[in-house]
């Protein structure tokens, strides 16, 4: 791999972000934008702090500890924190994580968690990845494991580069994989809404690996498949949808009743169902180490 090989595979992802439906079509600013997330916080920390998913975390740790990627007494960054699932269980080897945490609501919930654990070395911090600026913080290697499972932060081959500057030994990063096999609960509702594909394909663990690769790294990827079925109350599932939808097009009464009609159709005993099948990349590298380019 040479420099033309990664000036090729930055420029076909920020082409794929550019074409993609969903970036047109963002609307409100960035802040706007964490309504969303504020919203869903309760919501998706119990969903994701189940038992099933608590286990699958911890052999994700244990495996990096034992490759030497998250060191006892290091330093790590862990960007787009949500809830803390993963920044509990680092901070249990590390020397400290800083959780970087832009949503209120899910900052909130992260803060009691480190309270009720009586444990002090989390700093959480409330802005976006894209609102550091390294140089300022002094964050420059500052880091022996920068870690980013399924976060928007990490969102092209700015922001991933940007990773690897602040880590001075290893990074971990996990995104949908499969193109259109990402968030796969609103891909229906999206078809009807703007007839179009919901299509994810920008998002997907192949861009920052095929990037990674060519600068040099020799990242370890793996994949996780799952199926699950989301329960929600019919209103509470319509609010949800109407939130997804606002960050994209004003809601007008079409769309509620186009949204509604979705949520209904869907529902049993006033409880709305819903399966998706998903496929999660996690990709983990060093950066302290390099390939020489042929």
């Known amino acids: 791999m040479t420099l033309m090989d990664a000036v090729f595979w930055e ?10 439906p969903t970036r047109p079509r963002m609307r409100g600013t960035p802040g706007n934008r964490m309504k969303r997330w504020n919203a869903m ?9 189940r038992a099933e998913q608590e286990d699958q975390r911890r052999k994700i740790v244990a495996k990096l500890e034992a490759d030497g990627i998250l060191r006892p007494g290091g330093r790590v960054l862990d960007i787009g924190a949500g809830p803390g699932n993963w920044a509990l269980l680092l901070a249990r080897t590390a020397g400290h ?3 970087l945490e832009p949503a209120d609501a899910m900052a909130d919930i992260l803060e009691k968690r480190i309270a009720a654990a009586g444990i002090t070395n989390i700093g959480v911090d409330r802005r976006t990845w894209q609102d550091i600026d390294l140089a300022r ?12 499972s399924m976060t928007p932060g990490i969102d092209g081959p700015d922001n991933l580069k940007k990773m690897m500057v602040a880590s001075r030994a290893a990074c971990y990063l996990s995104k949908f994989s499969g193109g259109n096999g990402g968030p796969g609960r609103y891909g229906e509702l999206w078809q009807a809404v703007f007839n179009e594909p919901h299509d994810t394909r920008a998002g997907d663990i192949i861009h920052p690996f095929n990037l ?14 799952w199926e699950r079925e989301t329960r929600l109350p019919r209103d509470k599932a319509v609010d949800d949808f109407c939130t997804y939808l606002e960050g994209y097009t004003e809601l007008d009464d ?11 159709a869907r529902c049993t005993d006033g409880v709305f169902h819903q399966g998706h099948e998903a496929c999660q990349g996690i990709m983990v590298w060093r950066v302290d180490t390099k390939v020489h380019a042929v």
């Open 11 to 20: 420029t076909r992802w920020r082409e794929l972000a550019e074409h993609t």
């Open 137 to 148: 913080e002094r964050w420059e290697g500052a880091f022996d494991l920068v870690f980013a």
């Open 254 to 264: 079409t769309i509620r009743a186009t949204v509604a009609a979705f949520v209904d």
């Open 97 to 99: 994580v800083t959780a």
């Open 212 to 225: 990674v690769y060519a600068l040099g790294h020799r990242p370890r990827l793996e994949f996780h498949t």
């Open 41 to 49: 916080a309760a919501d998706f920390a119990d969903r994701t702090g």
